[in-house]
């Protein structure tokens, strides 16, 4: 299994930019997908969250400003970044728990990575 991130880029302050991660693989179901961001020294942090079943999960830095989305029959989720501050900007990651394998296997996984820079 793997997870592919793309969308990332450079923008400015009040921008916009849409993420999409795919997952690739022997997959028969995934529990959760979501996003992650790391700065330049600080700890990974949750940005947002998406289950099977389409409950969402934000943190609290991105509520109303970012919106999470999935669609189960592609294995992918998106994440559409409005009104971007320089703040934002980090690697942000992609993540699935909970994969499902065609052998019954469950496991988790990180894609490697993509980055939003925002400039002020």
């Known amino acids: 299994v793997q997870l592919q991130a793309s969308g990332g880029g450079f923008v400015q302050a009040g921008g916009s930019l849409r993420l999409s991660c795919a997952a690739s693989?022997?997959?028969?179901?995934?529990?959760?997908m979501g996003w992650y961001r790391q700065a330049p020294g600080d700890q990974r942090e949750l940005v947002a969250t998406i289950t099977s079943i389409d409950i969402t999960n934000y943190a609290d830095s991105v509520k109303g400003r970012f919106t999470i989305s999935r669609d189960n029959a592609k294995n992918t989720i998106y994440l559409q970044m409005n009104s971007l501050k320089p703040e934002d900007t980090a690697v942000y990651y992609c993540?699935?728990?909970?994969?499902?394998?065609?052998?019954?296997?469950?496991?988790?996984?990180w894609g490697r990575g993509t980055l939003v820079t925002v400039s002020s």
């Open positions: 993540n699935a728990l909970g994969v499902v394998s065609t052998t019954g296997s469950r496991s988790n996984y």
């Open positions: 693989g022997s997959i028969v179901s995934i529990n959760v």
